[in-house]
């Protein structure tokens, strides 16, 4: 009996280690947790803003540097959209390091795909230190408005870069020792060929604008002391064309003959000479600096001898002229010998139509 017993003392520590181990769970794999998706950066740049400087009076400048607050963007026509970037921090750029094909990005970002038409750049302040040759010290230099335009058409899509050069040059306004400031539209656009030069260390590319609206929405900038650069007040002026020379032309307004600087300028219409136009800019030194041009239509009124296809022949006071009416909202249904009203514009001896109304007989 007393051998049971011990027997049985001696099983139970065994049974308890095997009662233990078949209770202890067995070991589970651990899974490391996945690693978080990576955060989409929003979408890629497809537009980018260079300036550049067309050679014209640089050479009388050590330096000539601007310094750009925003830039601008239309999409569509008139009246299109607008798009404001701003610039944070602003841009300054030294023309003279920019002549002929060097250009340096000061922009570059995501904008809404579409066709754009006009790209504005916004000026805070210009200054410039003449060389040594033409007196040295600092320049008079005089910027037209706030805000410097191109307009050229070009269309952005999602995934494509477009690289759009915006020239900007000064030019010596006659002899008087003042400079002006100005887009140079024949060395801007979308296709221009540059030598790219900006620093490294390039613009931040950023994301959608910030906001949108009209460019005469922003205010005019302010800073601490006097700009170097002028900024002139714009006025609006209403005359006659007399004479086209390239982005000069002579006007007569309030029975003075004044030149007009439309190289900066949006054009409507289709200007001759002959046509009234309404003009908004500023007047440095004795000359316009047009920032936009309204070609006025003129009103006709004569009688059809003539009708092949878009082109009549007709009469009015006296002379025989012929009207394009291929763009013209007609009223009424011509008939060779009825009497017409014509508004239109004069191209090249041709009345451009834009609108005919068919004068009602009996």
Known sequence: MRRAIKRLVMLVPVLLLVVIVACTPA??????????????????????????????????????????????????????????????PKKTVDLKDLVGDNATEIWSGYAEPGEYTKVFIYVDNVTGILDGAYGGGTANVTLPSEKLQISKPFTLSPD???????????????????????????????????????????????GKPEDKGKPEGKGKPEGKGKPEGEKAEELEFEGTIEAIAGDNWTMTIDDEEWT?????????????????????????????????????????????????????????????WTVDISGADIEGEPAVGLEAEVEGTVVDGTIMASRVVIKETG
């Open 160 to 206: 494509l870069l477009v690289s759009f050069v915006f020239d900007i040059t000064v030019v010596e306004a006659g002899k008087s020792g003042r400079y002006i400031l100005k887009p140079q539209i024949v060395k801007s656009g979308p296709d221009q060929q540059f030598n790219d030069v900006t620093p490294t260390g390039k613009p931040e590319v950023t």
């Open 27 to 88: 070991p589970r794999e651990i899974t490391p947790a996945p690693e978080p998706a990576p955060t989409p950066t929003g979408e890629k740049a497809n537009f980018r803003l260079l300036i550049s400087d067309e050679a014209n009076a640089i050479d009388h400048f050590a330096s000539l540097n601007v310094t750009i607050s925003s830039i601008g963007l239309q999409q569509g026509g008139e009246p299109g959209e607008w798009t404001t970037h701003e610039l944070d």
């Open 260 to 320: 007009v600087d439309v190289s900066g300028a949006d054009i409507e219409g289709e200007p001759a000479v002959g046509l009234e136009a309404e003009i908004e800019g500023t007047v440095v030194d004795g000359t316009i600096m047009a920032s936009g041009v309204v070609i006025k239509e003129l009103e006709f009124e004569g009688t059809i001898e003539a009708i092949a296809g878009d082109n009549w022949t007709m009469t009015i006071d006296d002379e025989e």
